[in-house]
């Protein structure tokens, strides 16, 4: 029996870096994906392959141990299995075929797409029963605990649960999550890819997470209250506590409380069918991560920045941790061709790599099938 798993891409609309805080995030799964074809073997040994590429890796189950330095593609599959057997799932080994249309490295999630696609296989193979939610727990704490990346819940849930035609509003802090209309009519969503890599665990992402956790002790013991997260704080406890805070805390705990507002008022936007709010808090967005969570570079700021410059464009950011990877664009169908142009040759002026571009729709998350 093979076991043949499809798992999205995705890019997150607005709410970034707040799933970690608690707070509110809004993704849509996109129109790349990542495939895993899984035969189940007899042992305990797992042989992955990625064909084209002449990657060929093995492992025994019983042998796993957290990484220490920088992550290589099968420690991700790795990190599945460790964190399967950690919640008291009983494995057994697998031959993988992995194929990726996802790029690596820009912010697309890749990393959890591949998460996802291998215990779904599993899920399915083993016959583990476990719902999508609670497996995207599973691979969160993979990637938290064996990986070493800090990340949220975010990208896990939307692959696992995003819709064709829809964004996903989740709750970081209750894991609640809704379905809400993301209809483009005459407009469409393009990624643009900046060619600038990072790897997340290697990278400002994890002293970001460590900067919220400190600022909210910082305002807590300021004002006499404990706090859990920032998601607990608003702007009138800030204010109150801004002269006592080193001036960077203040700056990221001040984007997270703003953003928190902005993916509600996101939400509240598409629901009407509200596109040029929506951009309009885009923007909003895009300035917040780079003047206050300092998570953007000068290609993203580029791309935005000759982006909104045309007329028939209603938004743009960056999407995804930062330091790199791509920025999204609401703009008229009619103005694809004109604004990607436009942001090449900006880029060519630079001297810099010419960024790729996607035009994506919200598609569907985690698919599951036999074959």
């Known amino acids: 029996m093979t076991i043949k798993t499809t798992a999205p891409g995705r890019v997150n609309l607005i709410g970034e870096h707040t799933d970690y805080n608690q707070g509110w995030v809004m993704p849509v799964a996109i129109d790349l994906k990542l495939e895993v074809r899984l035969i189940p073997r007899p042992d305990r040994l797992f042989i992955a ?50 194929t990726s249309e996802i790029p690596i490295g820009v912010g697309l999630s890749s990393s959890a797409a591949l998460e996802l696609a291998v215990a779904g296989a599993l899920n399915k193979a083993l016959n583990l029963n476990i719902d999508l939610p609670q497996l995207a727990l599973i691979c969160q704490q993979a990637e938290n605990e064996y990986v070493g990346v800090r990340c949220g819940i975010m990208d896990q849930y939307a692959i696992a649960l995003c819709r064709a035609g829809q964004a996903l509003l989740l709750d970081c802090l209750t894991l609640d999550y809704q379905h809400i209309p993301f209809i483009l009519g005459q407009y469409s969503l393009l990624i643009v890819n900046s060619r600038v890599e990072r790897s997340l665990s290697a990278s400002d992402y994890n002293q970001r997470h460590n900067e919220c956790e400190e600022a909210v002790q910082l305002i807590g013991k300021y004002l006499g209250k404990p706090f859990n997260s920032l998601r607990e704080i608003n702007l009138e406890d800030l204010k109150k506590a801004e002269e006592y805070l080193p001036r960077l805390y203040y700056r990221r705990s001040r984007y997270i ?15 009407k069918h509200d596109l040029v709010s929506f951009g309009l808090l885009l923007k909003r967005s895009h300035a917040g991560l780079r003047d206050l969570y300092a998570v953007s570079c000068p290609e993203l700021d580029l791309i935005v920045d000759t982006a909104v410059a ?33 942001v090449d040759e900006a880029f060519v002026r630079n001297g810099w790599l010419r960024p790729d571009f996607y035009l994506t729709a919200a598609a569907v998350g985690l698919k599951v099938e036999c074959e």
Do not use: H
Request: glycine share 12%.
């Open 257 to 271: 409380i703003e953003e928190n507002a902005r993916v509600l008022a996101a939400a509240g936007a598409l629901d």
């Open 49 to 98: 392959t990625v064909p084209g590429f002449d990657q060929l890796q093995s492992y025994n189950i019983d042998s796993l141990r957290p990484v220490q330095g920088q992550p290589d593609w099968i420690d991700y599959l790795k990190a599945v299995c460790w964190a399967l057997g950690k919640n008291g799932y009983r494995l057994k080994g697998a031959e993988v075929t992995i």
């Open 310 to 342: 045309d007329q028939d464009v209603l938004g743009a950011r960056m999407t995804g941790a930062g330091f790199g990877g791509c920025a999204i664009v609401l703009l008229k169908q009619s103005a694809v061709d004109r604004v990607s142009a436009a």
